[in-house]
């Protein structure tokens, strides 16, 4: 699991370490870090033009402190000062015994630079740039420079993900101790770029972390895998409500995420039977209201309904097993009517959706998707997976849950899954972890990592998250791609138990 904390948790693990360790010691960790990237991204430093754009605060100084270890190799380091009343002493001396120096025309140094080091605010930065600052941003982005930000690119909201104004634009940021929220949250993460963390030996062993995020292993670990005693009741049986007259593909699609998410069976009710037994004749389809269908072990309730949804989603959400509700379930659905439930239910909203149950703007949304999943967490008392570029999985908040847990943050995917259909199969998808019994959370944020993986096999490309090289995908080819990156999480992180033929 990759976590990342708050500014406050930040703050209070440094002071406990630099209690600990000779003054400026953990600056002087933070610096070397930085300068190794830097030179790593230089190729070679000796004659190379480097330069550093210095706030007045402790970030401005890690800038300073590397700036004059690559001063030392050899490179031309100019320093860019914003307030030069308050700049950090020690490392502008540092600089200056090394050979560099402070610029006097900004913009003219910027112009032939050929690394540029984004020093101005780090996590004691709020609100976006001030006006001083836009111009060296913009001229950064402009120069063709590398763009090196330390800790964060300067005017992002390091526990947020917000973006307020203007902000540095960075091909990689180094950050120091932990990783912040900030780093892996649209839109703030659009500008961060290749994220290297340099360990500062801070113990957050206690501390709870804001936001966290699966990795393959932790995915493998979930996953389940049928026994030798498994029968189809066993695996979990999936009930999908989805599908009318006017969107019978919604139906199929759900179906299909359902089955390539392991269900033992699929039941099928609703409009769209006869397109979802044609393409999935193993699916069991009803005609009746759900509650009628027989045994499931989870409900998956929404998925193209239309304006039908109201009485399928009362019958499904009066059941005592686990409840996904997506897409025009979400439309009708009181806040109560979920808070009363014993059994879990998740929310799927896209931004559109989330910002109608909250009564907001979609752009408000998608500004602050952080606060919109716990606020709808918190408002519902659900576990709430929040879709779009940056997909987010909240635990249920509110009253009458006091310990404030991390909301997960889904590291795969690619913008190729912004295709009609492709939160249909994701339905089906965590519908089907859900009723293999995994909780809400888990169902949510592992459905979500695979359907990313799903959608970057089904692209393909070169590029990590699919995109570059990649070619656009439909919603079904996400879902075809579904038993691919599950054989490729598993097959990497775990060994067939008792035998020596493992591929762990
Ligand atoms: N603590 C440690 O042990 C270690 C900390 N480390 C490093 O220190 C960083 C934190 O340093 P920090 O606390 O000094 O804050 P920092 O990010 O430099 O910003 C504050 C300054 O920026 C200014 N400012 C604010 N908003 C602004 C804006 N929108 N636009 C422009 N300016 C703005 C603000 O001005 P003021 O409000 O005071 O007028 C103030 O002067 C951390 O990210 C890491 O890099 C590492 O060395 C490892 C060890
Ligand atoms: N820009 C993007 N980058 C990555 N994933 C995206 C992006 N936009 C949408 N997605 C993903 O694509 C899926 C779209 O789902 P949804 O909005 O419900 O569409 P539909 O209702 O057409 O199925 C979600 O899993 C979402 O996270
Ligand atoms: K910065």
């Known amino acids: 699991m990759r976590a990342a904390y708050g500014v406050e948790t930040v703050r209070t693990a440094e002071r406990e370490l630099m209690a600990r360790l000779p003054e400026g010691a953990l600056m002087q960790r933070a610096a070397a870090g930085l300068a190794a990237v830097c030179a790593g991204l230089l190729g070679r430093v000796y004659g190379s033009r480097v330069v550093l754009l210095v706030g007045s605060g402790d970030n401005g100084g890690d800038a300073l402190y590397a700036g004059a270890r690559l001063a030392r190799r050899g490179a031309g380091v100019s320093a860019v000062l914003l307030d030069a009343g308050r700049v950090h002493a020690g490392g502008l001396a540092a600089l200056r015994a090394a050979g560099g120096r402070v610029a006097g025309d900004a913009l003219g140094v910027l112009a032939r630079a050929e690394l540029v080091v984004d020093g101005i605010t780090g996590i004691g930065g709020r609100g976006g740039l001030r006006d001083a600052a836009v111009p060296l941003a913009r001229a950064a982005r402009d120069s063709g420079a590398v763009v090196v930000a330390v800790d964060l690119p300067s005017g992002v909201e390091a526990d947020s993900g917000e973006v307020r104004g203007e902000c540095v634009r960075a091909d990689a940021t180094v950050t120091f101790g932990t990783y912040k929220p900030g780093l892996l949250i649209d839109p703030a993460r659009e500008y961060v770029g290749a994220v290297r963390l340099v360990e500062l030996g801070l113990d957050l062993g206690t501390a709870e972390a804001d936001v966290e995020a699966l990795q393959h292993a932790d995915v493998a670990a979930l996953l389940p895998v049928p026994g030798a005693e498994s029968d189809k009741y066993r695996r979990g049986v999936v009930g999908v409500v989805a599908g009318s007259e006017r969107y019978p593909g919604a139906a199929v699609l759900a179906v299909a995420g359902a089955l390539r998410g392991g269900a033992g069976a699929v039941r099928y009710v609703g409009h769209g039977a006869d397109a979802v037994i044609a393409r999935f004749p193993e699916a069991l389809v009803h005609a009746g209201p759900p509650s009628k269908a027989g045994r499931v072990q989870a409900w998956v309730v929404g998925p193209g309904l239309g304006e039908d949804a109201d009485g399928a989603l009362e019958d499904v959400l009066a059941s005592d097993v686990p409840v996904l509700v997506d897409a025009d379930g979400l439309r009708p659905l009181a806040p109560e009517r979920v808070r009363g439930r014993d059994a879990p239910t998740l929310l799927t909203p896209h931004a559109g959706e989330a910002a109608a149950l909250l009564g907001v703007s979609r752009e408000e949304v998608e500004a602050g998707r952080l606060v919109a999943v716990r606020e709808l967490a918190a408002l519902y008392g659900a576990t709430v997976l929040l879709k779009g570029s940056t997909t987010l999985v909240a635990p249920p908040g509110g ?4 310990v404030r847990r991390p909301v997960r943050v889904n590291p795969t995917g690619t913008p190729w899954l ?51 090289g990649g070619a656009p995908v439909g919603a079904h080819d996400v879902a075809d791609a579904v038993p691919g990156a599950w054989r490729g999480v598993v097959g990497r992180w775990r060994a067939a138990p008792g035998t020596p033929f493992g591929t762990a």
């Open 399 to 402: 009253a009458g849950f006091a």
């Open 418 to 468: 912004a295709t009609a259909g492709s939160g249909d199969v994701l339905s089906g998808l965590a519908g089907a972890l859900l009723a293999a019994g995994l909780g809400a959370m888990d169902a949510g944020s592992v459905a979500a990592y695979l359907h990313g993986l799903a959608g970057r096999l089904a692209a393909g490309g070169q590029g990590g998250d699919g995109v570059l």
